[in-house]
C-alpha cells in the first residue's frame, strides 16, 4: 500500500499561437485558481509580426472550462478578442447564457 501525500505545486500557464510556439507564460502556485492568472498571462502576450512591434492583443483565443467566467468574457468583448471557451459544467444550462463554444 503507498500513501500519497499532498503538498504544494506550481502551475504553468502558457499561451500558444496556434502552431503551439509560446507567446506568453506565467508561473503560479499549484494551489490557486487557473483564472486568477488570466490577466497577467494576457499581459505578458507578444504576437510577432513581420515587420514592427509585437500585437499586443490576439484576434482569438481558445481556453479550457477554467476561463469561463463572466468578467473573462467581458475582457474579451470590451477588447473586440474572439473567444472559443467551453461552457463550465454547473453553467452550461441557464436562460440568456450564450454558447462560447461549438463542440467541435
Do not use: N
Request: hydrophobic share 30%; glycine share 8%; net charge positive.
Amino acid at each position: 500500500m503507498s500513501v500519497l501525500r499532498g503538498g504544494f505545486s506550481t502551475k504553468i500557464h502558457l499561451l500558444t499561437d496556434r502552431r503551439g510556439l509560446p507567446l506568453a507564460t506565467v508561473l503560479s502556485p499549484g494551489q490557486r485558481h487557473e483564472s486568477a492568472f488570466f490577466s497577467d498571462l494576457m499581459d505578458e502576450v507578444s504576437v510577432p509580426r513581420s515587420r514592427g512591434r509585437p500585437r499586443k492583443r490576439p484576434e482569438a483565443v481558445a481556453g479550457d472550462r477554467a476561463y469561463d467566467a463572466t468578467w473573462i468574457q467581458r475582457w474579451f468583448s470590451d477588447r473586440g478578442i474572439k473567444s472559443a471557451i467551453p461552457a463550465r459544467k454547473d453553467l452550461r444550462e441557464g436562460p440568456g447564457r450564450p454558447p462560447t463554444c461549438d463542440k467541435q
